[in-house]
């Protein structure tokens, strides 16, 4: 049997696309833990980044923050806070899915930032712009892309890592693979397999198009 | 007026970029902070706007300290104008321009009302409005700078170095347009650049800085190349400054003649009488007046002589011209201008034309060399008073230099008597 | 302590031995990766149409997840070492491509045009004069390719006793003894920073022409402005890495 057979067996399986197991719940199941993991995260990270950014301070302790989260192995933290939280619903994959994303979030917030060319930020203090009005009129909508990218590849390993979510006992796409593996079901495996990166894609397309709305077309094109 | 009293700016680290600075800037003119890079002059200019804070003195804007004054309310009535311009790329140019009427409070309309008014000010197309900062050349987005700091109208402008990252040939365009700018607005600028020339052409005072923040030198353009105070001074203006200093002397007076220009169909009995005994040449114009170039009185005469097949001889004769070379504007170019077309021209004689490019006269370099000695003469006697440091010191020197000697300095024919021989002799 | 480091019979490894093996399993790929991207990255460089496909093809790749990935090759490669392995090595690449690219993209033109106009040949400039100028980029890159990697292997336990250390997390889970867990955890952890940190020193051996630290980075900012020394901004020397976060895209 090759992949497609699998995916064949896998999709045309009616079982599979409707109740508690069914494809939709699963698909809502994994936005869902994706969607408020991503959203803590830019909680955090965000004003952090924009903060840290147009002040031009904290960029050692920010940029030492960074390799430590990014050195905390996603996987073993979810194993580490079920074992230590116990079952408590979404809780213990939340706290490794918000450590995986905060990191690119409040980085690049920060060097986004950073990287606006001086001389309009020199033009707008020059004006007379407070403080903030620099921040959200200028700084902000020149950095958006790089901010959105950084907020894209969060999204991309939550999404990817909220997959793993399955091996505690949550759904999401990774149940299919999880439990697939344990009953020998490779077309269960494969199928969720394809299904988690369809939703990863679908992030990109998603963020691509916050893109095409909320960046200026001076802006995209200008760079 | 901005007074600048003692300012001091010492960094944390020790640097002195400013040290006890003190410069009167005089209202509805153009002052020019020029140095060498590390001078302080960006400093100085930014401790206008207090986009950098004294450590010591103080900065008065019409007797008012600008250190009680709220800060985004100072700058905001202040144009501010940077080397790249420093666009929001974000922003189309309308909106650009129409910044800081709008963090005043203005409508949206009326702010954009203002900024197209402006675009057309600063000589920017009208069909640019929607465009976005990337769209557009140097030269343009500069000029959109600019318009966007006169945007509110504020009374004073701040430039710095706004015109360095654009080519020459732009820059000139630039500088040009800030003048013609600057002549209907009025508008008291302080302009920062490295560049001597870009200095003396803007400015009506001109302070020059010298590393370490002191000031070397603070005068009209003219007084500064005449008089330049010390040897730092000197050398920072370069080795010309004699030609240079010849800009601001008018070409008004100066002694031209008409007598060797002839029509192109001139008869043998006008040539041999407008023929000059210096002057083996002879300047053939066409029926308006304009100059078509220079003739051999031998070359001109016996063709005309022969007059029968005119029609093919009036186009060789045309051909065979020495070419007249750029002509001065008589009264509106300067004797630097005068002396150019002189050095240029292949008889050592420059064309002299009114507005309209019809030919007044012509002139030799003894002539112009006389007119230049009788305007120095005029001018000794005369700038001690511009430089002291009145407040309407500028003014006088702003319009001054280009008229001062054609009015009431001695005239190149005056009797001086130094100015007989070759001027008498063209006659 | 032996709580912590006595490994169970079924890992068939000691402590030391398990972190040996979880190191080959998350470098390698990364040497892999680096041996793949640099040519690729010479191709795009020189044949700038090819880049935007290129990126394209690395963004999908690197939105796999790595489980999916996993599970995907098992049916090929089976329960083996290699089955993490290529994974890790597409996610290296997929990484270590736009390090390079934008790297050697971000050299001034006018060097390059000075190195031309001596006569080097495209080849010859490319890896004489712009990979070593971009330098502290790839290095960006292969930080964050090797940081992700050693954090990716543990993943491995999933599809089968894979892991390395990862596979502590199952072993401590089904013996219950959570000792184990932490265990893995922290050394996978220290693993990581403990290789970044040999990455930045060999930055810095690899860059003497680069300032280094905080005073260092200050001096150049200082130097760089050429006027004033209006607040310097305190240059972050690994600026590039954030970029890097955004480098697919």
């Known amino acids: 049997m090759n992949i497609l057979n699998f995916l064949n067996t896998f999709f045309s399986d009616g079982a599979n696309w409707h109740g508690a197991n069914g494809i939709p719940h699963r698909l809502l199941e994994h936005i869902q833990y994706s969607a408020v993991a991503l959203a803590i995260a830019a909680a955090i990270g965000l004003p952090i980044g924009l903060f840290t950014g147009h002040t031009g301070r904290g960029g050692y302790a920010l940029s030492a923050f960074a390799t430590g989260a990014r050195a905390l192995p996603s996987f073993g933290l979810l194993v580490l806070m079920t074992i230590w939280l116990g079952q408590l619903g979404t809780t213990p994959a939340m706290i490794p899915l918000v450590a995986l994303a905060v990191a690119p979030i409040l980085v690049t917030t920060h060097e986004a930032i950073r990287s606006v060319d001086p001389a309009p930020v020199d033009a707008a203090r020059g004006m007379g712009m407070t403080s903030p009005s620099v921040l959200f009129q200028v700084e902000l909508p020149v950095a958006l892309p790089l901010i959105l990218g950084g907020l894209r590849s969060a999204a991309i390993q939550v999404v990817s890592t909220a997959t793993i979510a399955a091996y505690i006992s949550l759904g999401g796409f990774g149940r299919y693979i999880i439990d697939g593996l344990a009953s020998h079901t490779y077309s269960d495996v494969v199928g969720g397999a394809v299904l988690v990166a369809g939703l990863a894609l679908a992030t990109i397309g998603v963020f691509w198009l916050v893109g095409r709305l909320v960046v200026s077309p001076g802006v995209r094109r200008g760079r | 007026m901005i007074r600048i009293e003692s300012v001091t700016k010492r960094y944390a680290d020790g640097t002195v970029a400013v040290d006890d600075l003190t410069l009167d800037i005089p209202d509805g003119s153009i002052t020019v902070l020029v140095g060498p890079s590390g001078c302080g002059k960006t400093t100085t200019l930014r401790m206008i706007n207090r986009m950098i804070e004294p450590s010591g003195g103080r900065i008065l804007l019409d007797g008012q300290d600008l250190a009680q004054q709220p800060v985004t309310a100072l700058r905001r009535s202040m144009g501010y104008v940077i080397q790249n311009a420093g666009l929001f790329q974000h922003r189309t140019i309308v909106d650009n321009i129409a910044t800081v009427p709008r963090m005043l409070g203005w409508d949206r309309g009326r702010a954009r009302e203002r900024a197209r008014e402006l675009m057309d000010r600063v000589g920017l197309d009208a069909t640019l409005a929607k465009r976005y900062p990337y769209q557009l050349s140097g030269g343009q987005q500069q000029r959109v700078g600019v318009a966007r700091a006169l945007a509110a109208d504020p009374p004073v402008l701040l430039m710095d170095e706004p015109f360095s990252a654009v080519d020459p040939i732009v820059r000139k365009g630039l500088q040009a347009e ?147 070379g750029r002509p001065f504007v008589l009264g509106q170019d300067s004797l630097r201008d005068a002396l150019d077309c002189a050095v240029l021209s292949p008889t050592g004689w420059a064309v002299a034309v009114d507005g309209t490019g019809k030919v007044v006269g012509v002139t030799s370099q003894e002539t112009i060399a006389t007119a230049i000695r009788g305007a120095h003469a005029g001018r000794a006697t005369k700038p001690a008073e511009p430089d002291a440091d009145a407040p309407d010191a500028a003014d006088t020197s702003a319009a001054g230099p280009a008229q001062a000697p054609a009015t009431d300095g001695p005239a190149p024919d005056a009797p001086d008597g130094d100015a007989d021989a070759p001027v008498k002799a063209a006659r | 302590m032996n709580q912590y480091f006595d490994m169970p019979s079924d890992l068939q490894h000691s402590y030391v031995g398990l972190i040996g093996l979880h190191l080959q399993e998350a470098l390698l790929p990364v040497l892999f990766g680096l041996l793949i991207a640099l040519p690729l990255a010479l191709v795009c460089s020189r044949f700038s149409w090819f880049y935007a496909p290129v990126l394209w093809v690395t963004t999908v790749l690197y939105a796999i997840p790595s489980l999916a990935f996993f599970v995907v090759l098992l049916d090929y490669t089976g329960d083996s070492t290699t089955t993490v392995m290529i994974p890790l090595t597409v996610y290296s690449l997929v990484l270590l491509v736009p390090a390079i690219v934008e790297g050697t993209r971000a050299v001034s033109p006018d060097t390059v045009a000075a190195a031309t106009a001596m006569g080097f040949g495209s080849l010859r400039r490319f890896v004489q004069v712009e990979l070593p100028i971009a330098v502290p980029a790839i290095m960006a890159g292969l930080r964050l390719a090797a940081v992700s990697s050693i954090s990716l292997v543990s993943v491995g336990a999933i599809i089968g006793n894979e892991g390395a250390l990862g596979n502590l997390l199952h072993d401590g889970q089904i013996y219950h003894r959570d000792p184990l867990i932490i265990t893995s955890v922290v050394t996978t952890a220290v693993l990581a920073i403990v290789v970044d940190g040999l990455l930045v020193l060999a930055q810095v051996l690899l860059t003497p022409w680069q300032p280094h630290g905080r005073r260092a980075a200050r001096r150049a900012a200082r130097a760089a402005a050429v006027d004033e020394p209006a607040a310097p901004r305190d240059a972050v020397t690994d600026a590039v890495p954030a970029a890097l976060e955004d480098a697919v895209r």
Request: charged fraction near 25%.
């Open chain 2, 178 to 324: 800030l003048l013609r700018i600057q002549s209907e607005l009025g508008k008291t600028i302080v302009f920062v650049t490295h560049d001597i020339d870009e200095a003396i052409k803007l400015g009506n005072m001109i302070a020059v800085m010298r590393t370490g923040g002191h000031l070397a030198q603070y005068a009209p353009p003219d007084e500064l190349l005449s008089a330049p105070a010390d040897a730092f001074v000197e050398d920072f203006l370069g080795t010309d400054r004699g030609i240079r200093r010849l800009s601001f002397f008018t070409s008004a007076g100066l002694d031209v003649t008409a007598t060797p220009i002839v029509t192109a169909d001139a008869d043998a009995a006008q040539i041999a009488e407008r023929t000059l005994p210096e002057l083996p040449y002879l300047l053939v114009t066409d029926a308006d007046g304009k100059p078509l170039g220079w003739a051999k009185a031998e070359d001109l005469a016996p063709r005309t002589d022969a007059g029968d097949g005119a029609s093919t001889e009036d186009g060789a004769s045309t051909a065979d011209l020495l070419p007249h």
